[in-house]
């Protein structure tokens, strides 16, 4: 089980500290599409929801996720080969091969998965390895940006309170130089 949100305090809507996992961060409500849908359906489900992926359930088992299907897929193996959108499956263009990973793994080891096995996207799952949701590398980003933007704020703060210490002193033999005071702190 991931440890309770830390507030550190900044105006980022996502939290980040050393125990944030990526139950967290997944997106829980996937789409999801049987694999025999025709791939017309997985288009206008993609276009409606502004998703770049479906998780496709087993016709026999709508409960069990066996594929995933992306747009860039249906782009590089459908219309690049010239073929119809109304003879075929979805499941026809989907990756079998998912890359799981668990709710309770860092973002570090998300980023490390996606790079090992050249994807874009991964699933979350529980403890029990049921889906929990899918991670993209969009949501991974948007929580990077949230961390640098922490960071940035972390230094401008810490400008201001130097600012806020220091005070010029008049030097009497330097014509312009400048010396500055630290003002200490109990």
């Known amino acids: 089980m991931c440890p309770p949100p830390i507030d550190l305090r ?7 500290e050393p125990g944030f996992c990526l139950a967290q961060l997944c997106q829980r409500d996937s789409l999801t599409l049987s694999a025999e849908a025709p791939v017309r359906k997985a288009a206008e489900m993609m ?28 782009v590089i193996h459908l219309l690049a080969q010239d073929r119809t959108p109304q003879e ?10 998912l890359i799981r990973v668990p709710g309770t793994a860092t973002v570090h ?20 390895g049921r889906l929990m949701g899918l991670l993209s590398i969009d949501d991974l980003l948007a929580h990077l940006a949230d961390e640098l933007s922490a960071l940035s704020q972390a230094l401008r703060i810490g ?15 330097d014509s312009g130089g400048r010396m500055y005071l630290a003002m200490h702190e109990p």
């Open 47 to 74: 276009r409606t929801h502004h998703v770049g992926a479906l998780a496709l359930t087993d016709p026999e088992d709508p409960t069990r996720v066996a594929g995933v299907v992306t747009d860039r897929g249906l």
């Open 10 to 16: 900044v105006t980022s809507q996502r939290t980040a």
């Open 88 to 97: 075929q499956n979805i499941g026809a263009f989907s990756t079998v091969h």
């Open 159 to 173: 400008i201001d309170l130097e600012s806020s210490r220091t005070t010029p002193v008049p030097s009497s033999g």
């Open 109 to 128: 080891e998300a980023v490390k998965a996606m790079v090992q096995h050249g994807v874009r996207r991964i699933f979350i799952t529980e403890p029990n």
